[in-house]
């Protein structure tokens, strides 16, 4: 029985283990159908559990087994899996985050490319004002805002901040947020902004979205439409050779980032401009000397 969705995988892994089960290598890469080195990554991502070994098998110490329940082993494993989506991920707050309460913080639409790792800080505190509801100011744009924030949203891989300005509801580009203030005051959180944030969240992050048309080559329909790798996708036109989808997005980088990793299966053909974009990112690139 193979299961390709890596949050799936690691989801029935820590099930065996906190069943008492004793896991070995071999086993489980034959069960999931993938190699015995995914396997002991997979086994890595568990570490902090405190994984024994004995005779080649791993398992829970006996203390251990059965502490934690469905919903813990299901949220551990989206947010071992898309780890790549967070800045480094400290023990403690890898902990903190498969607590109920942490999910109130995050809406995760897609795995993500944006690397964030040099401001980890921000990420964590951002999320601390959050789930306490404090008041905050920062600078972006050149502009000092004060808000009330409401969640951290990931759509095709960029990170936004969704929070209440001067009582409107606004998006912000978290890499572009700077000198972040956390205040001692609270807000109180309006149910029916989040709620509408939650329905539908990709609505929230522009005034003005963008329609966006790709051509994609059909070698890599299947991996592609499974993976549902963009938000908000209609199917335009289906040929023998490519497909054509249209999507909306808020910024740029969010299409841009994911054609970059699709290379060269994916071309964008609405808006031109942005195609030019692309082009102009990958000539930059390759007149870069070797690093």
Same mark, same amino acid.
């Given at each position: ?10 989801? *029935?892994?820590?099930?065996? %283990? ?49 502490? +934690? ?7 551990? $494993? ?6 790549? %989506? ?18 109130? $913080?995050?809406? *995760? ?30 600078? &972006?744009?050149?502009? /000092? ?17 969704? $929070? ?7 998006? &912000? ?15 109180? %959180? ?19 979205? /963008? ?10 329909k299947e991996y592609f439409l499974r993976k549902k790798v963009l938000q908000n996708m209609k199917m335009v036109e289906n040929k023998d050779e490519y497909f054509i989808v249209s999507t909306n997005i808020a910024f740029d980088d969010e299409i841009l980032n994911i054609v970059k990793y699709w290379l060269p299966y994916i071309q964008i053909i609405k808006p031109l401009? +942005? ?6 990112? %990958? ?9």
């Open positions: 029985m193979q299961h390709d969705k890596l949050a799936t995988r690691l989801s *029935i892994i820590l099930y065996k %283990l906190n069943q008492g089960e004793r896991l070995s290598v071999e086993e489980l890469a034959e069960e999931f159908g993938v190699t015995e080195r995914t396997i002991q990554r997979d086994l890595i991502r568990f570490s902090w559990f405190n994984l024994k070994k004995e005779n080649k098998r791993y398992f829970l110490s006996e203390n251990e087994v059965g502490k +934690l329940n469905f919903t813990d082993i299901k949220n551990f $494993a989206i947010f071992s899996g898309l780890k790549s %989506l967070f800045p480094s991920l400290s023990q403690e707050f890898l902990k903190n985050i498969i607590e109920e309460k942490m999910k109130k $913080a995050y809406i *995760i639409n897609d795995s993500g490319f944006e690397d964030i790792v040099s401001k980890k800080d921000l990420f964590e505190n951002l999320s601390s004002a959050i789930l306490n509801q404090n008041k905050i100011s920062f600078i &972006y744009n050149d502009k /000092k805002r004060e808000l009330s924030p409401y969640k951290l949203i990931n759509t095709n891989g960029i990170w936004y901040l969704c $929070a209440l300005e001067s009582n409107n509801m606004k998006s &912000y580009s978290f890499s572009k947020i700077k000198n972040l203030m956390v205040y001692s005051e609270k807000f109180k %959180l309006d149910e029916k902004v989040l709620e509408k944030i939650e329905e539908g969240s990709v609505n929230f992050l522009s005034k003005d979205l /963008k329609e966006v048309h790709l051509k994609i080559d059909n070698s890599a401009e +942005l195609q030019k974009k692309l082009e102009d990112i %990958l000539k930059d690139y390759l007149k870069k000397p070797n690093i």
